[in-house]
């Protein structure tokens, strides 16, 4: 079972552009979490949100949650063609904080 | 730090064999997760330890798949006999603790013909 949906399911986008992934879940959250998978390869940990923050910055990435709408976002700044790769959004249920639950994940493609 | 080792990167196997998936995690990590990815879909758990103890295996298919994680550091994942429908990637993670961020392995492709 998946908890998260991914908005846009796919984008493409020119380098140096913004790239804005959005992730809905369904139960309440301990903390949501953002990976980075490029292709074949295994998942890249990238930012963990918890559910007291509203905004975290790492570098290009800015990662917003809304608990009262269930809703996450993820801002890619100035974005390059190596940040092509699919980006899934995962969260640990407050009720069974042993789950890491992930979305269908966002595939992102940057053009040089 | 080395990071999650999994072996084999590759299997192609034909259909009611049987297949196991090894999984070496990093250092110190008490949390092993076994996730399955379908192509273009999101991994999907299906068991989790602590340490040597299967915490969560409800999503594990238990008629074909089975787990161990002896001394809780390496695990094993198998399956006995495959079906076609178990063609996809097999990713292990470790985390510190339960709840904190993940650490994945390369993952094992499997091809069931």
């Not at chain 1, 493409?12 to 790239?19: F, P, V």
């Not at chain 1, 980006?87 to 269908?104: E, S």
């Not at chain 2, 089975?66 to 390496?74: I, N």
Request: aromatic share 8%; proline share 4%; net charge neutral.
């Amino acid at each position: 079972s998946q908890q998260g949906e991914e908005d846009p399911q796919a984008l493409s986008i020119q380098e140096g552009e913004n790239a804005t992934m959005n992730c809905s879940y369904k139960t309440s959250i301990n903390n949501l979490q953002w990976y980075r998978q490029n292709s074949g390869r295994g998942l890249v940990h990238l930012i963990l949100i918890r559910s007291n923050e509203r905004e975290k910055h790492s570098g290009r990435l800015r990662v917003t949650l809304d608990t009262s709408k269930k809703s996450s976002s993820l801002l890619i700044t100035a974005s390059r063609a190596a940040d092509t790769a699919s980006y899934f959004c995962a969260t640990v249920p407050i009720d069974n904080t042993d789950k890491l639950i992930f979305g269908t994940g966002t595939r992102l493609q940057v053009f040089p | 730090e080395a990071g999650v080792v999994q072996s084999p990167r590759y299997k192609i196997i034909e259909k009611k064999q049987p297949v196991a998936f090894w999984c070496n995690p990093i250092s110190g990590h008490n949390t092993l997760y076994w996730y399955r990815q379908n192509l273009g879909q999101g991994p999907e758990l299906l068991i989790r330890y602590e340490n040597e103890e299967a915490v969560d295996d409800s999503q594990l298919p238990k008629d074909r798949f089975s787990a161990e994680r002896l001394k809780g550091v390496d695990s094993t994942l198998k399956i006995q006999p495959a079906e076609l429908g178990d063609s996809a990637v097999y990713l292990c993670a470790s985390s510190f603790q339960a709840a904190s961020r993940a650490f994945f392995g390369q993952g094992t492709r499997l091809t069931v013909v």
